[in-house]
Each structure stands twice: as structure tokens, then as C-alpha cells.
């Protein structure tokens, strides 16, 4: 049936320009075509500024995720305020991968952690960030971290990656010196932790596409093929990145990307733009 400006009526607070065509994209809550927006870390993201953006954007973001434990030096008002915000908008706050300066600070210590997740329950956090780019860890202790956060109520999320040293942008030569794992070992942990209770599985983008001479593209296709698509999220914190991720996996790929890029990356999925090798090319199957 066609449908005309004079018959069509459009949803409260839709678009003016929903007749035109794009691609159909599952709506909020969703399992696929997630998409996770770094908060406060190399820019502040203050409450007017994250109502402001999730307003006009926050039927494209699931998800904001804090950095380099940002919120720990937040005011507790300030941060619960923030992540009200983000409640507000039908998105979950994560608290990034601070679990490691929780784990090295305090030795492991049960204790210490639990009052970490209880403090990150308490404040309304949703999910915790399991990663442990400076730190080996046993996987039966890792798998140990999965199993508190869940019973905790709060939704584990492991970060796993092949570059040893991740998550403090070191420059290429100094991860070069400290070598990759193999892919097998990032799969092979991602299922454990799957099995454990992980609700999605966060892919570290360092050694794969973030600080190499050449991304490692056999490395996210041997992910893609091992992993279920609807619990893996890749970082994508380039624009170049993200591209490749859904020209490769298609509109929903579950991906990260800084709070400033949500514009460009919600124009992709939904198909309307894109560079010179995705325009007019990424496309989906209305249900």
C-alpha cells in the first residue's frame, strides 16, 4: 500500500520525515544493533549535557559507559543524577572496566570487591565491566568475578581482547613488545564466561583495530564465527571502525563508540549516509 502525506500519521515525538525510507532497525530494549556511548573520561558528560544529547539521540543508545573510573570521583549526588539521567532515556550505565584498580589496589581481596559492587548497586549502576587489560587473571578467578557481579543483581560484562597491556593507549611499539594472545584464548574464555552467567561479552578493540600497523581482521572474523552476534560487542571508537564492523556484520552490530560519534554512527545504521564505500550499501529486512 502507498502511503501519502495526507493519510500517514506519525508517532508522538517521531521524526517530520518518517516517510522517507530507511532501514528498519529492532526498537528499544534490544538484543542487536546495541549501541554503548563512552560517558565522562576525555571529555566531561554532565547531567544537562547527557539529557540533552539522549533527548534528541535516545532511541540509537542502549547503553553509556563510564572510563577510567571516572565516576568513583564524582560527587554521589552528581553521579546518581547521572545515571537517573540515563535510566530516563530506557539506556543502562556500565562502570567500564574499573574492576581492575578495585582487584590490584586491594590484592584480590573478596571483601573489598563485594563493597565495590554493592556501592556500584547501590548507586544504580547496571552493569560491570570485567576486564583485566593490565592484569592476569586466573580464568577460574575471572569466572569467580562473573558469578559476584550477577548475584550482586548487577549484569557482568567481560572484556576480553588479544593485546596484553590494553586500556591505557600505549603507543603501538610499546604493545608490539608486549605481544598478542592468540584468538583461541579470547574465545575459549569469552564461552566460559558465557556459561558463567555473562550477559554479553565486550571485545577489546587494542591489537585488533585500535594501536596496530594493520588491523586484525582474521581476529574479529574468527570472533564473529565462534561467538553468539547477540553477546558480542566490539569497541568502535573510530569512525573508520565502526563502519567496517557494519559493513562486515551488517546494521546490528553491537558496538561502543565515544558519546560525540552517535550522530554519525545512527546515520549509518539507519542507512540514510555514509562515506564514499558504505553510502547508499547498508541496508536491512523490515519484519
Known amino acids: 500500500m502507498q502511503i501519502t502525506t495526507a493519510s500517514y500519521r506519525?508517532?508522538?515525538?517521531?521524526?517530520?520525515?518518517?516517510?522517507?525510507?530507511?532501514?528498519?532497525?529492532?526498537?528499544?530494549?534490544?538484543?542487536?544493533?546495541?549501541?554503548?556511548?563512552?560517558?565522562?573520561?576525555?571529555?566531561?558528560?554532565?547531567?544537562?549535557?547527557?539529557?540533552?544529547?539522549?533527548?534528541?539521540?535516545?532511541?540509537?543508545?542502549?547503553?553509556?559507559?563510564?572510563?577510567?573510573?571516572a565516576f568513583s570521583l564524582m560527587p554521589e549526588d552528581r553521579l546518581k543524577g547521572l545515571i537517573e539521567t540515563a535510566?530516563?532515556?530506557?539506556?543502562?550505565?556500565?562502570?567500564?572496566?574499573?574492576?581492575?584498580?578495585?582487584?590490584?589496589?586491594?590484592?584480590?581481596?573478596?571483601?573489598?570487591?563485594?563493597?565495590?559492587?554493592?556501592t556500584c548497586k547501590n548507586m544504580g549502576f547496571d552493569v560491570v565491566e570485567l576486564s583485566s587489560g593490565f592484569l592476569s587473571i586466573p580464568t577460574e578467578d575471572w569466572t569467580t568475578l562473573v558469578e559476584m557481579v550477577a548475584k550482586t543483581g548487577l549484569k557482568p560484562k567481560p572484556e576480553v581482547g588479544i593485546q596484553w597491556g590494553a586500556g591505557g593507549d600505549a603507543s603501538i611499539a610499546e604493545l608490539e613488545s608486549a605481544g598478542t594472545r592468540d584468538p583461541k584464548w579470547l574465545i575459549d574464555r569469552?564461552?566460559?564466561?558465557?556459561?558463567?552467567?555473562?550477559?554479553?561479552?565486550?571485545?577489546?578493540s587494542e591489537g585488533i583495530t585500535e594501536n596496530v600497523r594493520s588491523w586484525r581482521t582474521d581476529v574479529i572474523s574468527a570472533i564473529t564465527s565462534a561467538l553468539p552476534k547477540d553477546k558480542i560487542m566490539f569497541e568502535a571508537a573510530d569512525p573508520q571502525v565502526f563502519s567496517y564492523h557494519i559493513q562486515n556484520q551488517g546494521a546490528n552490530a553491537n558496538l561502543f563508540v565515544d558519546h560525540s560519534q552517535i550522530v554519525q554512527l545512527a546515520c549509518l545504521r539507519k542507512?540514510?549516509?555514509?562515506?564514499?564505500?558504505?553510502?547508499g550499501k547498508i541496508v536491512t529486512v523490515g519484519k
Open 10 to 69: 506519525r508517532p508522538a515525538n517521531a521524526s517530520a520525515y518518517t516517510f522517507l525510507p530507511s532501514n528498519a532497525l529492532p526498537s528499544k530494549p534490544r538484543t542487536q544493533g546495541l549501541t554503548e556511548i563512552r560517558g565522562p573520561y576525555y571529555h566531561p558528560v554532565t547531567q544537562t549535557y547527557l539529557n540533552e544529547l539522549l533527548s534528541d539521540w535516545g532511541e540509537y543508545v542502549d547503553g553509556v559507559k563510564f572510563a577510567g573510573g
Open 190 to 204: 569469552a564461552k566460559t564466561f558465557l556459561d558463567a552467567g555473562a550477559y554479553m561479552i565486550m571485545i577489546e
Open 87 to 118: 535510566h530516563n532515556h530506557d539506556a543502562y550505565v556500565s562502570t567500564g572496566g574499573f574492576i581492575e584498580k578495585v582487584l590490584s589496589s586491594s590484592n584480590g581481596n573478596p571483601t573489598v570487591i563485594q563493597k565495590y559492587l554493592d
Open 271 to 279: 542507512g540514510i549516509w555514509g562515506t564514499g564505500s558504505t553510502f
